[in-house]
């Protein structure tokens, strides 16, 4: 009877320690799947390219919109009409006593060096939107930014404070990777993108990391703020109840359109889903984010959100911020979908435009080592260049009913596509050998080309590119580039 219980002892011990051996396999396996994809997701290449673009121009606009609304009222709101509330003398705001934002306390008694310094910060805001030199600008304009809200500290909101504390975020990430000029710049010319390349080759996964790592802790705040506000939110009476909604759109204070506020709040039913849809909403932010149909529904119910706030309530800086700060939640394709249609409906609208002729492109040539290669005017099959073999290029869109201009009108998106096209002109120029080598025209050796091709690879990793995009373009285009 002893031997049978310990045997059966025995045998359960021996059971539990397998179990939790299994569980303690399928844990680690898990974290390690975890790291590495974690690992692989914050240092083969930047995320939310385009939206962390939009995010900038969207800063910059929100800057030039609040200096423009302001500058009416600036010397009673920041100048030396505004003494009288104290802010002056007795600064609300400790940023006033720090020298780096000082400047605009120092200069809030002179009403010209007060509209000189306004001026300068709208054409500082201008070159943020624009994406002109942004790792210098950005900083500066940070700076400048913060000096002149907290002049007076009955005038700002949160929208402020979100914008400063993301444009420090800002600085350690490459927000002007897309939709910029100094993306252009870089991809103006090839020399200027090997340049590039080689300067950024060394330090690509540090980059990749900061970064990432800022697109991680934007969305923790934005999420931290979303669910603190509805966690406060569901302590109130009124959202409990489903009629918060109701209360500020019938004050004289926030309601800016009485009438449509009437219209909006005439069925009780709507008002209680939109409070209560908002509560649900922020609290679930984060959580939505991780599938794709709950992300799409979480967004398009929080960009209304703001847009309904800015709209109903006349707060378009504090929307305009928190929605230039969402951006970078929408997929880069996305973006670019959103791009080519915008280009699309432009270019239909500029054909029917009446008196207007849309002419095809004139034919031109590429000299090569075999003769010109006619382009536009005809559907381009074969290249006999000495060194290039390439399959059949399709029709130029000019010749198929496409209205088209030229390559930096009907594409502005030209100079980040720039990138992987010297990747591909390269890897044609220098066909690779058994050694790993190239070879030119004349069949001599480059011993230069493994560097070319390792420039070109990174050069193909600065682009997004796909093949479909190429596919697309004009053969003229196409050829141009190749040549």
């Given at each position: 009877?002893?031997?049978?219980?310990?045997?059966?002892?025995?045998?359960?011990?021996?059971?539990?320690?397998?179990?939790?051996?299994?569980?303690?396999?399928?844990?680690?396996?898990?974290?390690?799947?975890?790291?590495?994809?974690?690992?692989?997701?914050?240092?083969?290449?930047?995320?939310?390219?385009?939206?962390?673009?939009?995010?900038?121009?969207?800063i910059?606009?929100?800057?030039?919109?609040?200096?423009a609304?302001?500058?009416?009222?600036?010397?009673?709101?920041?100048?030396?009409?505004?003494?009288?509330?104290?802010?002056?003398?007795?600064?609300?705001?400790?940023?006033?006593?720090?020298?780096?934002?000082?400047?605009?306390?120092?200069?809030?008694?002179?009403?010209?060096?007060?509209?000189?310094?306004?001026?300068?910060?709208?054409?500082?805001?201008?070159?943020?939107?624009?994406?002109?030199?942004?790792?210098f600008?950005?900083?500066?304009?940070?700076?400048?930014?913060v000096?002149?809200?907290?002049?007076?500290?009955?005038?700002?909101?949160?929208?402020?404070?979100?914008?400063?504390?993301?444009?420090?975020?800002?600085?350690?990430?490459?927000?002007?990777?897309?939709?910029?000029?100094?993306?252009?710049?870089?991809?103006?010319?090839?020399?200027?993108?090997?340049?590039?390349?080689?300067?950024?080759?060394?330090?690509?996964?540090?980059?990749?990391?900061?970064?990432?790592?800022?697109?991680?802790?934007?969305?923790?705040?934005?999420?931290?703020?979303?669910m603190?506000?509805?966690?406060?939110?569901?302590?109130?009476q009124?959202?409990?109840?489903?009629?918060?909604?109701?209360?500020?759109?019938?004050?004289?204070?926030?309601?800016?359109?009485?009438?449509?506020?009437?219209?909006?709040?005439?069925?009780?039913?709507?008002?209680?889903?939109?409070?209560?849809?908002?509560?649900?909403?922020?609290?679930?932010?984060?959580?939505?984010?991780?599938?794709?149909?709950?992300?799409?529904?979480?967004?398009l119910?929080i960009?209304?959100?703001?847009?309904?706030?800015?709209?109903?309530?006349?707060?378009?800086?504090?929307?305009?911020?928190?929605?230039?700060?969402?951006?970078?939640?929408?997929?880069?394709?996305?973006?670019?979908?959103?791009?080519?249609?915008?280009?699309?409906?432009?270019?239909?609208?500029?054909?029917?435009?009446?008196?207007?002729?849309?002419?095809?492109?004139?034919?031109?040539?590429?000299?090569s080592?075999?003769?010109?290669?006619?382009?536009g005017?005809?559907?381009?099959?074969?290249?006999?260049?000495?060194?290039?073999?390439?399959?059949?290029?399709?029709?130029?869109?000019?010749?198929v009913?496409?209205?088209?201009?030229?390559s930096?009108e009907?594409?502005?998106?030209?100079?980040?596509?720039?990138?992987?096209?010297?990747?591909q002109?390269?890897?044609?120029?220098?066909?690779?050998?058994?050694?790993?080598?190239?070879?030119?025209?004349?069949?001599?050796?480059?011993?230069?080309?493994?560097?070319?091709?390792?420039?070109?690879?990174?050069a193909?990793?600065?682009?997004?590119?796909t093949?479909?995009?190429?596919?697309?373009?004009?053969?003229?285009?196409?050829?141009t580039?190749?040549?």
């Amino acid at each position: 009877m002893t031997n049978a219980i310990t045997t059966t002892a025995q045998r359960t011990v021996g059971t539990i320690r397998s179990l939790v051996g299994q569980a303690l396999q399928i844990v680690l396996a898990v974290l390690t799947r975890g790291w590495g994809t974690a690992e692989h997701w914050l240092l083969d290449s930047k995320k939310a390219q385009y939206g962390i673009s939009v995010t900038r121009m969207l800063i910059g606009v929100h800057g030039m919109l609040i200096i423009a609304a302001n500058f009416s009222t600036r010397y009673y709101a920041f100048g030396a009409g505004s003494f009288w509330d104290g802010q002056h003398a007795y600064p609300g705001s400790d940023f006033a006593r720090i020298w780096v934002f000082s400047w605009f306390p120092f200069i809030g008694a002179s009403n010209g060096g007060l509209t000189f310094s306004l001026v300068a910060l709208f054409v500082l805001a201008l070159l943020v939107a624009l994406g002109w030199r942004t790792k210098f600008v950005l900083p500066v304009y940070g700076v400048f930014f913060v000096s002149w809200m907290e002049m007076n500290d009955l005038l700002s909101d949160q929208s402020d404070n979100m914008l400063r504390m993301v444009m420090i975020y800002m600085l350690f990430a490459d927000s002007s990777i897309r939709l910029s000029l100094d993306a252009r710049r870089r991809t103006r010319s090839h020399a200027a993108l090997r340049t590039y390349a080689h300067r950024v080759a060394a330090v690509r996964p540090y980059n990749n990391l900061l970064h990432n790592l800022v697109l991680v802790v934007m969305t923790l705040h934005v999420g931290f703020v979303y669910m603190s506000g509805a966690l406060y939110k569901a302590q109130g009476q009124t959202w409990a109840n489903g009629y918060a909604v109701y209360n500020p759109l019938h004050v004289d204070r926030f309601s800016t359109w009485p009438e449509l506020a009437d219209a909006v709040t005439s069925w009780g039913p709507a008002v209680v889903a939109i409070s209560w849809g908002t509560i649900i909403v922020q609290m679930m932010f984060l959580p939505m984010l991780i599938n794709r149909v709950t992300r799409i529904l979480a967004l398009l119910a929080i960009m209304g959100f703001h847009l309904g706030i800015g709209f109903f309530m006349g707060l378009p800086f504090f929307s305009l911020a928190m929605i230039a700060i969402d951006a970078i939640f929408i997929r880069d394709t996305t973006w670019k979908h959103l791009g080519r249609a915008v280009r699309s409906a432009w270019q239909s609208a500029v054909a029917s435009t009446p008196g207007r002729e849309v002419r095809p492109a004139a034919a031109t040539s590429v000299t090569s080592a075999s003769g010109p290669i006619p382009t536009g005017a005809a559907a381009v099959t074969t290249c006999t260049c000495a060194t290039h073999h390439h399959a059949a290029v399709q029709p130029d869109p000019a010749w198929v009913g496409a209205p088209t201009t030229s390559s930096k009108e009907s594409d502005p998106s030209a100079a980040e596509d720039a990138s992987a096209a010297l990747a591909q002109v390269e890897a044609v120029d220098r066909p690779a050998t058994p050694d790993g080598g190239g070879t030119t025209a004349s069949g001599t050796a480059r011993p230069e080309a493994r560097v070319g091709s390792d420039e070109a690879t990174g050069a193909q990793e600065a682009s997004d590119e796909t093949e479909s995009d190429r596919a697309s373009r004009p053969s003229s285009e196409l050829v141009t580039e190749h040549a």
